[in-house]
């Protein structure tokens, strides 16, 4: 009667179990899928949006390349700038000693105040600020190459949060299944159900969690600090938090559809683009700096020496022609000209490293893909049902300690992979935005 008794409290016991063990699943699943949103006097958390406006508001590094482009645009102003006009002033006559008694200095003093100005023809002006405004376009373009490698960089320590978070949590949700499965052992050791030996040896296993949690903890730290690093914010770690979805989306969209979409919009693309486009117009301008531009000059002549004895007040003209007999700039025509074939084949190459980001970030999201279906369809299931099946059969003596253990292992390797993997797939899908020069996977 006792022996039945007894096999009826470890039926019991061991039902509360296999509930306990569903609604760990679920703890696990729901936060392996989505970060739970912040409870009273919890830590404010930052979704991505919210991450991404504060890191383009404050990264520094980005900031400073901003400043770049102001640069460019400020050599705009300098590339359309005028020459600047020479005056001139040129006395003479004036005596310096007395010739045969007669001293009279500034009698025959002449004062000659005169203007130069140099004529630019063939546009160059014009061209220097064409020029000048398409280097700003490419420094715009450069800097959203930047932003883009950034973004990336930032994605990543953000999906490195929320995985360390998610690892944390089933790691809480591990130790407090395994403390019911030592409550429940102690009362069986009471009993006199186990040995002494098997008790020690489900205690001593206990380490094991309580260094997955701790290690948890560690990693959701250090991810924190990478995301504030990069944000530039001094908040303390236990002030910060990010919230989002940590799931896996299995709808994928073809390959070419991306390809199509990063030749559009990659701006490291666009900037070999604009290059081609600017050295052409370095090239016109060279052609141009290779043309003659005169220089047009004025003077005032008072009390003038010339063959009329009543010119007294006297204005004079000249043109200033320079002969281009040796240097007609044949180098920078020829080194212009080369720069062209040059950056044309600088865009072939940079369109096909596009086009090969694309087919290796694809391709990457697409094998995870591959192992997280069966994960979520089947993997996370059988473990919890293998892990409660040996775990009832081993209260009931049809399973040993070593099968328990074994098959506890097991679950926390699969629930754990399939983390992972999840992590993996968003760190790919940021690959593949990055890829593509835009958010096509959220």
Same mark, same amino acid.
Not at 81 to 107: C, H, K, M, Y
């Given at each position: ?15 509360? !179990? ?32 919210? %991450? ?63 203007? &130069? ?27 959203? @190459? ?12 953000? !999906? &490195? ?25 102690? @009362? ?53 938090? !990010? ?49 003659? @531009? ?89 473990? %919890? ?33 399939? %983390? ?19 958010? !096509?996977?959220?």
């Amino acid at each position: 009667m006792e022996s039945f008794n007894r096999r009826k409290f470890w039926r019991w016991w061991g039902a509360l !179990v296999v509930l306990g063990a569903g609604a760990s699943l679920a703890a696990a699943q729901s936060a392996s899928q989505t970060t739970q949103p912040p409870t009273h006097g919890a830590p404010q958390a930052w979704t991505w949006e919210q %991450v991404k406006e504060r890191f383009q508001l404050d990264n520094p590094t980005l900031l400073a390349d901003r400043l770049s482009v102001d640069e460019s645009r400020a050599q705009e102003i300098t590339a359309f700038l005028r020459p600047n006009p020479t005056f001139t002033l040129s006395v003479d006559g004036t005596q310096i000693a007395p010739e045969n008694g007669v001293w009279r200095p500034f009698a025959g003093t002449s004062e000659s105040p005169g203007i &130069s100005y140099l004529h630019e023809r063939q546009h160059k002006r014009e061209l220097r600020l064409e020029s000048a405004k398409k280097g700003t376009l490419i420094a715009e373009s450069n800097h959203a @190459d930047m932003q883009r490698t950034l973004l990336f960089n930032l994605r990543s320590a953000f !999906v &490195s949060a929320l995985e360390a978070k998610a690892v944390l949590q089933l790691a809480k949700d591990n130790l407090v299944y395994y403390d019911n499965v030592l409550r429940i052992s102690r @009362d069986r050791f009471n009993a006199g159900d186990i040995a002494q030996i098997d008790l020690d040896r489900l205690e001593l296993q206990r380490v094991q969690y309580e260094s997955d949690l701790q290690a948890a903890k560690e990693n959701l730290e250090t991810a924190k600090i990478q995301l504030l690093t990069l944000l530039n914010s001094r908040t303390p770690l236990d002030q910060f938090d !990010v919230t989002g979805t940590y799931d896996f989306n299995d709808q994928l969209m073809p390959r070419d559809e991306f390809r199509k979409i990063a030749l559009d919009t990659r701006p490291d693309l666009k900037a070999a683009a604009e290059a081609v486009d600017k050295a052409q117009t370095d090239h016109k301008l060279a052609i141009a700096n290779g043309s003659t @531009d005169p220089t047009l000059g004025a003077w005032y002549t008072h009390n003038s020496s010339n063959n009329n004895p009543f010119g007294i007040n006297t204005v004079g003209v000249s043109v200033g022609i320079p002969f281009r007999i040796f240097d007609r700039n044949q180098g920078e025509k020829l080194r212009t000209q080369l720069d062209i074939t040059r950056n044309e084949r600088l865009r072939e190459a940079a369109e096909a490293g596009v086009l090969s980001d694309v087919d290796s970030s694809y391709a990457t999201l697409e094998s995870n893909l591959i192992l997280l279906r069966p994960y979520k369809a089947k993997y996370l299931q059988q473990a %919890v049902r293998v892990r409660d099946t040996i775990f009832f059969s081993y209260q009931h003596g049809g399973a040993s300690l070593l099968d328990f253990l074994n098959v506890e292992n097991e679950y926390r390797t699969v629930e754990l992979s399939y %983390v992972n993997l999840v992590g993996a797939y968003l760190t790919a899908a940021a690959q593949l935005n990055q890829a593509v020069g835009r958010e !096509v996977m959220q």
